[in-house]
Structure formats: C-alpha cells, structure tokens
C-alpha cells in the first residue's frame, strides 16, 4: 500500500464530504411525501433509470442547455464537469493497472503520480498518461476562464455575474487551486522522475532548471491535497453542492417527483440546492434591472438555503417566470417562490355573502360559456368583441361573468393565500359546471391558468379566447378580412411561459394582417409590468418595467400592439402612444359576417 | 410711455391674455401667438363658471378689452416653429415663414384634458352615454337639451370625480384641483335644467378650498337634492337599452353599490399640454415630476423659469383656476417688466429644496 501523511486532508475531506451529504438527502428524502418516495423506489428498477443516467450525462456532464444560452459558458461548465469526471474514471483505471488489483486505496488515483514513477508499467501505460494530461490541460483552461469570468464577465456575454457569500468564496479559491496544483505537484514530481506526459515531464523539465524540485515536491502535494480538502469541507455549504445535488434531482424528476400544488416537499430542497449559481437568471430579471432589488432567482434560493429568507423577497418578484425558463438546471423557481408566499401569508376570513344580492345568473344551457374575467370587464372592448364575434357567428353562449362576478382565485394564490382561493375557486366551479356548456372560454391568461391547472373539469374543456378564435378560423366558420395594418404580439407570461401558448394567437394575427416579429418572443417575451403577483410594487417601478418593455416592442415601428391579455393591455395603454388591442378587438374588426 | 422692449407671449388663453394685456400698459411691445383661430383658449368651450354661475363669455369679453391695445400685436393660426437665443433676447420663427425678436418670452401654454379612453373601464368611446365634462359643456352652450343618444330624456346621470386625477396608473398622481367644484357646478346645472332628474356624484374627496366653494357644495345637496357618495367607480357597463351599469363600493356604507344612470359624465382633469412639451424643446424647459412646466421655486419664484429670459404664466405650471390664473398671468407680467428694466427685486435669490423627495422617484 502507498502511503504518505499528505493523503490525509483529502481523505478525511472526502469522508465528511461523503457523510453530511448523505444524511441530507436521507433527510430530505424523508421530507417527500409517501407517493413519492414509493416512486422513487420503485424507478430504481426501470427504465426511468437509464433515462436518468442519459440526463446527467447531457445535462451534468455535457451541460447541454447552457451550450445552447451561453457556448462559452458551456464549454467551461463542460470542461470542468466532464474533465474531472474522465479524470477520476480514468485515473482509477490507470491506478488499478498500475497497482494491478481491481481494490485499492479511493486516494491513490488522484495521487498516483507521487507513488508510481514508472511510466512503463504495462503496455498502455503511456497512453494513459497522455490522456491524463490533455485532460488536466483542458482543465486548466477552464480553471482560466473561471478566473476570468469573475474579472471580465462581458467575454462571456453576461451584464452581471453571482455575488457571492463567503462560503462561496472559499470553495471557489479552493477550486481555482486544484487544478493548478494537480498540475504543479505533478510536474514537479516529473521533473525528478521522468514519470510525466507532455505536459506535465515539459513543464517539470523546464522547473528542474530553476527550482530545487525535491525539496518542493511534498509540499506541491500537501497543498494539493489540502486544496481538495477544504473544497469537500466547503461544497455542502457553496453552489458546489449542486454537483452532487443534481444527479439526484434528475433521477426524482425521471421518477415523476414534482412539487405539490399546495406546499413544498423534500423534492424542492433537492431543486434549491441544485442551483450552481450560475446567474444567467440575474439578467432576465426586469425587475431588479428596475428597481436594483437582489432577488432573482439565485439570491431567492441563496436565502433559502441559509434560511435567512424574509417575507419581503418572496414577494420582489413579477412571477413571469423568465428565471425558470433560462434556468439550466430546470429548478421551477416560481413555484418554490409562490408556495413561499403561502407560508408567510396571514390568516385571512373573508365574506362572500354581498356576491349573492349582486350575481344574477343566467341558467340557459349552452354550448359556450363565456369567462370574462375581472380585467376583461376594465377592458370592455375585449368583451364587447367576443360578445360580438359569439353573435355574429350564432354560438350559443353563455357569459359567465356579465353581471358581476367571483374572482378565479389566481390573484389570491399569486398572494398565497390558497386556502382563501379555494373557496372562490369552489362556488365559481359550481357556476360554470351549471351553465352545461362543454366549452369554457376565456379572455384572461391569468384566469385560464388556473381553469386549466387547478379547477379540474371533468367534462368542459377550457380554452382561451386567442386558441377558440384560432380553432373557429380553421374550422371554418370564422372569416376574415386581413389589412395592411403593422401588428407586433406581446407574449403574456400567464399565457406563454405558464401555459405555453404561442402558436394559436400567431395563426390568428397572421391571417389577420401583417405580424412583424419582435426581439423578444415567445418564452423569452418580457413582463408587460402589470403583474398581479407583485401588489406591493410601486406604481413608478411599475411603469419603468412597462416602458422598458414597451420600448422593446415598438422597435418595429408598428401600427398597433396586439396582446392577448386584458391586463397587459391595460398596463401598455397607461404608457404607449402606439394602439394596443386585444386579439379578440382585432379579430372582430376584421372578420366578414 | 413706450419703451423700445418686446416680448412674445406664446399662447392666447386666459393667461396670455392678461399677461399681455399688463405688460402693454408698461409700454412694452407684446407679440401674443396663439396657435387656435380665436383667442381664449379653453375657456371658450366653458359655459358658465363657478362659484357664481358666471358666463364664461363674459370673462373672455373682459379679457379682450384688454388686448385691444395698440402695442399688442396678435397673431393667430401662428405656431412657434424655432427659437434662437440672440444676445440678450430671443429671434423666434413662427409658422416658418414669420421672423420675429423678443427681449422676453412668456410661456402660456396651458393645460390639456385628460384622454378619457384611457380608463377604457369607464367606457368612454365605447358606450354611447358615457360623455366627459367638456362635452357636457358643449351640450350646455349648444343650448340642446340633454339627452342621451337613443334620444330620451335622462331619469338618472352620474358623475365620477377625478377621471385621470390622483390616480397613480394613470400616470397623475397630482390634484387637478378644479374639477370638484366643475362636478358640484355641474350637477346643479343638470339639476336646474332637469329637476327631476336624479343626479349622483362618485367622489373620492370633496376639496371645496375656494371662497364660496363650500356654500355652492351646501347648496347642492340642500337645496338641489344631488347625491353625492363617496366611492370611485371600479367599472361601467352597458345594458341592452344603452343604461350605464355602475359599480362603485360606497365607501362611508363600507358596501358594494350597483346602479344603473343614463348618462354618465366622467369629470376629466388637466394635464401638461402638447404645446407645453414642444414649446419646452425649443427652449430648453425643465418639466417637474409631474410633467408641467418646473418653476424656479416653488414659493416665491413662481413664474421664472431654469432659462434666462424666459417666464411662465397660468396652467402651464399647474392646474389653476380661472381666477388663480389671472393673477398669476398678472404676477407674471410684473416679473417680466423686472427682468426688462433691470428690478433689483429679480436678484433676491432663495435656496432651492427640491420637491422631489415627495414622490417616490427621481
């Protein structure tokens, strides 16, 4: 057996490293609740696991998705998470061809060049070697870009970079350490014994010109050692902890492991410390671009894992959702950050007895039963043309919401307030269900979001009115007269990014007239600003959101904006001299009776 | 007394009126550019005024007898296109083919209405029977009676205060100060053409500061029967028979209210005019918070601006009264005649504190 006393910090390192990551997964494994943790048993024997371990290989190793935002940024996370991967794998082989048993010591691949000082060893001795030192060089390249990432963060495309918390800090020396130290100890060594590949006997010869490499030469593995060691004794408390994290979140996620609707669970714990800090989610925050609050996404989480989160930032968000969609790691940020409103949120009675003096019904059986929403009713143009459109084209309708309505319950939930949602939620079902319609419209995303998602019909399905308008095109029955007018489209969060609905307004203003496309589209729109999940913003910052983002969308120059929503409708009229229409007022005025 | 000074007063409302009328009893040469056909500006739309019920035509008879004098040169259909500085004075172009000098400019751009279809909630220009108080005057000089567009007779009309006034989304957190009373006035006026009709009034406060305000509010609900309830309307609809559907909470009987009126008149405030941005481009002029013209202090140097040689008068710093306007228009004469003649009261100088800590912005 080889041994020196400088294995000991990694050693030692390795095991606490080993033992507080296993009892936090068993912790959080144990915060799941039992229909999850029976899946995630039972996919250990499926073939959910393969799946998994492709995931991680694309995702963990090969970092894909941040290949596809940022190549630069991908090639260093690539470097780094495949490189040392390969060079623990390949190292362990070459360690057991060297010591020629299948069990040796955990530490004497990553020290294996101090022992072993015959390169001849057996017959792809040399190989190895080689392979060992381009990998450590690619390495060492990402350790620059690392280094650099932190002085010149515009290389790589990025306005802002993570700050980081002393924890952070000091994993990351470490890791900035271990590279250049492997390389250095090693090259040290081959500077006396002639045992290294072209990197590493190069720069090891040209050492052994000026530096009396033997009496270096423990040392450069004390410190190489040590380097390791204080990374693994840090790593639970830094980003790093995303490293190990991940792997797992892949395989509960292949397991189908999701956040409940209604709180969080060991599976977010997962989620949080899976965030690598990254921070490619700080520059899609308009909010903060705004108003400077640190809140984005990986301080949100930052918080979360240092249990210092106040009520405060959970509520600095416009919950449009742009962080989990940039987000690499798949973390559904939004849902941990809504379930945290619950948590805070007071205990509030509320008294809907008034709604039964001022809802008059309409209990005709229908096929259509309309859903205005109470934005629709402060915009009255999308009404009166749906109402138009229903008439024009002899639906029979319903609206739900004429004479007075109940709220969807979404702006409570977007408070926290579930257990007050589902009491709106309740009456406001049994309302719908009464009109026998078998199609539920909407013109609000906001109140489509929670028809679809959490209202559970049996037998009514729900649309919103840009996918109805759409379907009545194709079907026929709607026509229309398309003008020369210039139209630009304003994603809604509540519509795009919560419910991926991009195409059928597209269809709809395509035949409609000229759609010019804008800079940012589709899952990558911003916020109008008129957020609901954010009352305690003010209205100032509210309006530098709207104008940002409205500035964005009349680059074109276009005749009109056309939104599918009657908030964000709303929110660019108070700032826009350009038009802003609903794709329902669109739709009216040009469809031929 | 004439002296060889000019000044060119750009804007022939109430303000540039009187403005123009005083500094050419100083002998001074007044060039008064108004981009409108008529002088009198807004005023001219307005029927009667309150507190006193007073003929607006009246004001503006009074207001022309002053400007008749033989040192004022008006120029109507005139916009003022460019301005150069020019020692110690200003060569205007207006209308691009007309050259002029002034020693001093004054600014008297007014105010704009506030676009009503911007609260798309209140309907207007959307429901035929939802009208602003603008258009309610201009029924009232037409001498028609009021009707509502499928031609009956009104048994119930509503009136909302602060349409586009301290309301932070639509961009105006500020008081546009005369609308109250224009509401209370108003309702009178519905009530002394109509009395049968019922008249409400949505209101969020009642600010009656000017003299006689208060009584003319006392008189309204006392001796008028006019309804007012405190509340702003959350939406307005319409129904079949073209009715007003309203949805107010009545906020002193902590208790949502619906009602339906027949028309409904949407009591619009004043903000920063058009003219008042152009005419600022050109010169250079500092807007406040609020988007009106920013006056060097807020208390004592009311009508100098951040521009040597260049003044305000009237709306164009704030909502004003017709009577606040006038005085200010006076004010701001005298300030002018003491930057021409070199007063020693113009180089008193004052620390300036900003009002800017008051909003929440910078």
Partial sequence: MSFDWFVLPFSIGALILIVVLISRYILWVIKLSRADRRKSWRSVFSFKLFQAVWEVFNESLLHRKIFRVNALLGWMHMTFALGWFLLIVIGSVESKFHKEKVFNMPYDPIFLRYFEHDVHGFWFAEGFTTIMDTILLLLLVATIMAVSKRFFKWIYGMKRTTKLHPGDQIALASLWLIFPMRFIAESFTAGIYGNGGYLTQTAGDIFATFLPLKSLELGAWWTYSSALCLFFLFLPFSRYMHIPTEVFLIYLRKAGVKTPDNKLTGFSEFETYSCSRCGLCIDQCQLSETTGYDDQAVYFLQKLRRNILQEESSHNCLLCGKCTNICPVGIDITKIRLLKRTEFAPEMLFNYRHYENVIHHDERKVDVAYFGGCMTHLTPKIKIAMTGIFRKLNIRYNFVDENGSICCGRPLKLAGNHMQARDLMQENKRIIIATGAKILVTSCPICYNIFKNEYKFDKIQVLHHSEYLNLLHKEGALKLTPNEEKMVYHDPCELGRMMNIYEPPREILEKSGKLIPVQKEKNFADCCGGSLANLPLSEDNRRKVSKEALTKLLAPSPDILVTACPLCKKTFSNVSDTPVKDIAEVVYERMIE | ?362
């Avoid at chain 2, 499928?150 to 309301?167: A, E, F, T, Y």
């Avoid at chain 2, 008042?276 to 010169?283: H, Q, R, T």
């Avoid at chain 2, 040597?308 to 004469?333: L, Q």
Wanted: net charge neutral; hydrophobic share 40%.
């Fill in chain 2, 1 to 362: 007394m004439d002296t060889n000074k000019t000044v060119a007063v750009i804007g022939g409302g109430i303000a540039g009126m009187e403005a123009a009328t005083f500094l050419s009893a100083r002998g001074i040469t007044v060039y008064l550019i108004e981009k409108e056909d008529k002088l009198g500006g807004h005023l001219l739309d307005w029927e009667r005024l309150f507190p006193t019920m007073r003929n607006g035509s009246e004001v503006v008879k009074f207001l022309m007898d002053g400007v008749k004098a033989d040192n004022i040169k008006i120029m109507l259909s005139s916009k003022l296109t460019a301005a150069e500085k020019s020692g110690k004075g200003y060569n205007l172009r207006i209308n691009e083919n007309v050259d002029l000098f002034a020693d001093a400019v004054l600014v008297t751009t007014g105010y704009d209405l506030f676009d009503a279809t911007k609260k798309e909630e209140y309907g207007y220009g959307i429901y035929d029977n939802v009208i602003t108080s603008a258009d309610l005057e201009k029924i009232f000089m037409s001498g028609k009676a009021l009707q509502t567009k499928q031609g009956n007779v009104p048994k119930k009309i509503g009136l909302v205060h602060c349409v586009g006034s301290r309301d932070e989304k639509a961009g105006n957190v500020y008081c546009s100060k005369v609308c109250c009373v224009t509401g209370v006035k108003q309702a009178i006026e519905i009530k002394q053409k109509m009395p049968y009709t019922e008249v409400f009034n949505f209101y969020m406060d009642l600010r009656m500061y000017g003299m006689h305000f208060e009584a003319l509010y006392k008189k309204a609900q006392a001796d008028f029967g006019i309804q007012f309830i405190r509340g702003r309307l959350s939406e307005a609809s319409e129904d079949q028979n073209g009715g007003i559907i309203l949805k107010v909470e009545d906020t002193l009987m902590g208790k949502p209210l619906k009602l339906t009126v027949d028309i409904l008149v949407l009591l619009i405030g004043l903000i920063p005019a058009k003219g008042s941005k152009e005419v600022g481009e050109l010169f250079g002029l500092k807007n406040g918070v609020n988007g009106f013209y920013k006056t060097t202090d807020q208390h004592t140097l009311t009508n100098s601006s951040n521009v040597d040689g260049v003044f305000f008068a009237g709306a164009c710093t704030s909502p004003k009264t017709i009577t606040n306007t006038i005085t200010d228009a006076r004010a701001a004469a005298s300030t002018v005649a003491a930057y021409l003649f070199n007063y020693r009261s113009l180089e008193r100088k004052i620390e300036q504190n900003e009002d800017f800590w008051l909003y929440n912005t910078k």
